[in-house]
């Protein structure tokens, strides 16, 4: 064991280390008093008078770099130690962790006025907290392991968020995946490159966490004020995802690429429509729905995996609209040259502009095709597609590809949409809409069941939800399932409304929810009975648990969204989508005392043909929310995909091994 703490003078370092020195029985060493006042003949105080700032960090940064350490123990490194690069690369390539702690700004100046400490370097020529500022992005550049300490705690609570992290870190099974339909059996359990590259789990199942996952206190949550959406999602990333399988210095690398190309410095800006009724805007990606947020990030979790394994990918997906063009987006613009793209959009039921983004596409990686049929057409034949063993076969030994999905169902989907949960909450927090603690309903309009799920993971980690409202269309299942217990598909065909990412019969995600409520034996049973007889049915004492307590379920009927859009519209001059404007109707219905939050899955003008006629000015008056420059763009660009295919599972597996064929002319 060899573990270095790092942090702001002040943190706890050496208590915390002297801590972990006792239950681990190693030994402890300070570098300040047992290696740098060792090695100077004086104190810390009398070298940084004697030297200055800039000196004093050159001899620090020698020194540690010349030191003796012992061949395991503990390091409480000095608060300035991480600035000199020299010391801190000898220690990483000597197999050290650097564990962070993260004591907030606040709290060690605090401590640091109280103990009138006067041997901090840079404190002679700037103010303590400008200092301690300047400090942060170094702790950053180095960690191996954060550890988020809530505002306020003492050394005690310090203590034991150590011990369980380092326990967390330092236990790699604690970050596998098992299958919804197998569960947690020991040689069933797979890494998080298994979950992401796999598209199903074994059994027919999905991937999910073998274990619970850290939750976060309101004191640690009270860290993510003020912040900006990329260090919320590295915060919580960090949380979700093990070090072993994505270090945090990528993580960070990640999250900064994924978020900066949004066309709002926000990423997720949160407005308020009526009092007490907040939207929270996940449409300013590059195309203009919430599906960005995961699909900006996601490709390069997997590019990554693919490149460690030296594999590649076809990412095969099925859209019921706003999928197949984030999906283009994100892997266009991070897949690299070991994926390849092909995606399938019914010819029923998405909208014109909808289409225009993803047939006018181009890149020799991507493949766009229309299935003759509606979005559940597309979707049996994808899950079809990873039940071919003779597939799978031919696309490894012919090209070493592996088939994929960037659909919801894709676990790499749902760990970036937790982050927006997090983010709004504390925006509305920021802005004084609520107190940290405070209650706050969501609603958001559902389909596939992933963005509602990834709604109930965050509350799992600690995100003060109250009410978890699911909002359905005419494609009234989920509504209906939670309401009875019943999901029958027996006499149900599926509706073409103008919300059309939610005309969905077949809710894939509704599954972890079920397996995280009922476990892996009543899943297998429920979807194997569903395959067969189109139906299931659960006794009202499994639902209570489905319920949780929280969910609520209604659905709004195509006359009831058009008019949301044209009172909306009149009354605050805001323009919903469609999908937002069954979030908003089907919310109203169970609003309590507490706030509520719609999420906004898309940008209006995706919509602009289905709308139009509810909104009494034209498309270039709208200001509120402003245009979409990646929509517009688009609609005068080319379309290059105009094949078409009906849903036939043979004709699929031709298209595919012809695709991949072309693509990966070369041997990896």
């Known amino acids: 064991m060899k573990i270095a703490l790092i942090g702001l003078p002040g943190s706890g370092k050496t208590t915390i280390g002297q801590k972990l020195s006792s239950r681990f029985g190693t030994e402890c060493r300070d570098v300040d008093d047992d290696i740098l006042e060792d090695v100077w003949g004086c104190t ?21 770099f010349n030191a003796i350490y012992p061949e395991e123990g503990i390091l409480s490194l000095t608060g300035s130690n991480p600035i000199g690069d020299k010391a801190m690369r000898r220690l990483k390539e000597a197999g050290w962790i650097f564990v962070w702690l993260d004591v907030s700004r606040e709290d060690v100046l605090e401590r640091l006025q109280m103990m009138k400490v006067d041997r901090i370097v840079g404190q002679s020529s700037s103010t303590l907290k400008s200092v301690l500022e300047h400090r942060i992005q170094f702790y950053q550049k180095w ?26 870190y330092m236990n790699p099974k604690l970050g596998k ?50 912040l900006p959406y990329q260090e919320r999602a590295k915060m ?94 994100g892997f266009g613009r991070f897949g ?41 057409d597309c979707q049996n034949l994808v899950k ?50 609520i107190e940290l603690g405070g209650k706050v309903d969501l609603c958001i309009p559902s389909g596939n069941f992933g963005n509602i799920l990834s709604g109930l993971l965050a509350k799992s980690l600690g995100v003060p939800y ?12 989920l509504a209906d399932f939670f309401k009875t217990g019943k999901y029958d598909l027996r006499k149900r065909c599926l509706k073409q409304t103008i919300s059309p990412a939610i005309d969905i019969l077949v809710s894939s995600n509704l599954e972890r929810w079920l397996f995280l409520q009922l476990g892996a034996e009543k899943v297998a049973a429920l979807y194997g009975k569903l395959k067969e007889e189109r139906y299931f049915e659960l006794s009202e004492e499994d639902m209570e648990l489905v319920r949780s307590g929280c969910i609520k379920a209604g659905w709004s009927g195509e006359e009831e969204c058009k008019e949301e859009l044209i009172q909306t519209a009149i009354q605050s001059g805001y323009v919903l989508d469609p999908h937002t404007s069954v979030g908003v109707v089907v919310g109203r219905r169970f609003r309590t005392d507490h706030p509520m939050v719609v999420m906004s899955t898309a940008h209006y003008s995706k919509f602009w043909s289905d709308i139009k006629d509810c909104i009494n000015k034209p498309e270039n008056e709208i200001s509120n929310p402003p245009e979409h420059l990646g929509i517009k763009s688009c609609l005068t660009k080319e379309v290059v995909h ?27």
């Open 44 to 64: 810390i105080a009398e070298k940084l008078s004697e030297l200055g700032d800039d000196k004093f960090l050159e001899a620090e940064d020698d020194a540690l």
């Open 177 to 226: 995946f098992l299958s919804t339909r197998i569960g947690n059996v020991q040689d069933k359990l797979f890494s998080l490159d298994d979950a992401l590259l796999s598209g199903l789990a074994p059994g027919g199942g999905l991937f999910m966490p073998s274990g619970g996952m850290s939750s976060f206190s309101l004191a640690q949550m009270s860290r993510f004020a003020h």
């Open 143 to 168: 960690f191996d392991l954060r550890i988020l300490c809530g505002r306020g705690w003492d050394l005690s609570q310090i203590e034991e968020e150590v011990f369980a992290r380092l326990n967390w």
């Open 336 to 376: 690299g040259d070991n994926i390849a793209v092909l995606v399938m959009f019914p010819t029923k039921g998405i909208s014109s502009r909808q289409r225009q983004q993803m047939t006018s596409f181009q890149k020799s990686n991507v493949k766009v095709v229309a299935v003759e049929g509606d979005f559940d």
């Open 642 to 668: 105009k094949e078409e295919i009906q849903p036939n599972l043979e004709d699929l597996i031709s298209l595919v091994k012809q695709f991949v064929s072309s693509t990966f002319t070369e041997s990896l």
């Open 466 to 477: 109250g009410d978890m409202v699911v909002a359905s269309n005419e494609n009234n299942i």
């Open 384 to 433: 079809k597609m990873f039940q071919q063993e003779s597939l799978a076969s031919f696309l490894k030994d012919a090209h070493n590809v592996k088939l994929n999905t960037a659909n919801s169902i894709n676990w790499g989907r749902l760990i970036p949409q937790m982050v927006y949960h997090f983010h709004t909450y504390m925006e509305l927090v920021d802005r004084n809409a």
């Open 236 to 329: 919580v990333l960090e949380n979700v995802i093990h070090p072993a399988d994505i270090p945090p210095c990528t993580i960070n690398s990640i999250v900064n690429a994924a978020y900066s190309e949004f066309y709002d410095p926000k990423v997720v800006p949160v407005k308020q429509l009526e009092d007490g009724l907040f939207l929270a805007e996940l449409f300013h990606g590059p195309s203009g729905s919430f599906k960005d947020l995961a699909l900006q990030l996601t490709p390069q979790l997997v590019v990554n995996f693919l490149k460690t394994r030296n594999e590649r990918s076809l990412i095969l997906v099925a859209t019921s609209g706003d999928t197949g063009s984030a999906v283009l987006e």
